[in-house]
Antibody, heavy 123, light 111 residues
């Protein structure tokens, strides 16, 4: 079974840091680009960050650029999101998701999503 | 900047057909990028319903179909069922952002 499982969410004060993890199984991890997508309470889906299959190409939403860092360890079938200088507006359910097609770097759909991990930024 | 515009809500009675539109504007137009559709049930992660405008992943019932023409895409659901009640999102790609973009979502209510 193809699975993505997020972890690392929690309640954190503004300005602090948090590291999210996404553990993958059931597919050839190093062949797929991965994304973090978030959903604020009662709101729609918002892309956060993207990392290519080999980890060399990374793209961030303007709202998190300079504060968040995406990375992956293909040997451990895992992806990460280091979130620094957190703001209340970063409060959301964070999903990791994989592109449908192997070695696809753009213009694709997400066929597998994790269940999400909740990040709450509040004092 | 590109925008994907969806109606905030649609509704239909069991057995009926409903459509959800996704209008593309900005730099996506003319680029020919695909549109993908997701269903998000309450409390769940999004599920891919349609990819590359018209294709259904394995396991998605053929009651769900997608189309795309010019600057607009649509998701059609026939034989509406109570458990189709969910939020539906379209998604495409914006080269100016080097990343995917999502529509604002449409809440489907089954009357």
């Amino acid at each position: 079974e193809v699975l993505l499982v997020e972890s690392g969410g929690g309640l954190v004060q503004p300005g602090r840091s948090l590291r999210l993890s996404c553990a993958a199984s059931g597919f050839t991890f190093e062949e797929y680009a991965l994304h973090w997508v978030r959903q604020a309470p009662g709101k729609g889906l918002e892309r956060v960050a993207y990392i290519s299959s080999n980890g060399r190409h990374k793209v961030y939403a303007d709202s998190v650029k300079g504060r968040f860092t995406i990375s992956r360890d293909n040997a451990k079938n895992s992806m990460y999101l280091q979130m620094n200088s957190l703001r209340p507006e970063d409060t959301a359910l964070y999903f990791c998701a994989k592109y449908l097609r192997a070695f696809r770097e753009s213009d694709d759909g997400f066929d597998i999503w994790g269940q999400g991990t909740t990040v709450t930024v509040s004092s | 900047q590109s925008v994907l515009t969806q109606p905030p809500s649609v509704s239909g009675a069991p057995g009926q057909r409903v459509t959800i539109s996704c209008t593309v504007s900005g730099s996506i137009i003319g680029a020919g990028y695909d549109v993908h559709w997701y269903q998000q049930l309450p409390g769940s992660a999004p599920k891919l319903l349609i990819y590359a405008n018209i294709n259904r992943p394995s396991g998605v019932p053929d009651r769900f179909s997608g189309s795309k023409s010019g600057s607009s895409a649509s998701l059609a659901i026939t034989g509406l069922q109570a458990d189709d009640e969910a939020d539906y999102y379209c998604q495409s790609y914006d080269s100016s952002l080097s990343g995917p973009v999502f529509g604002g979502g449409t809440k489907l209510t089954v009357l």
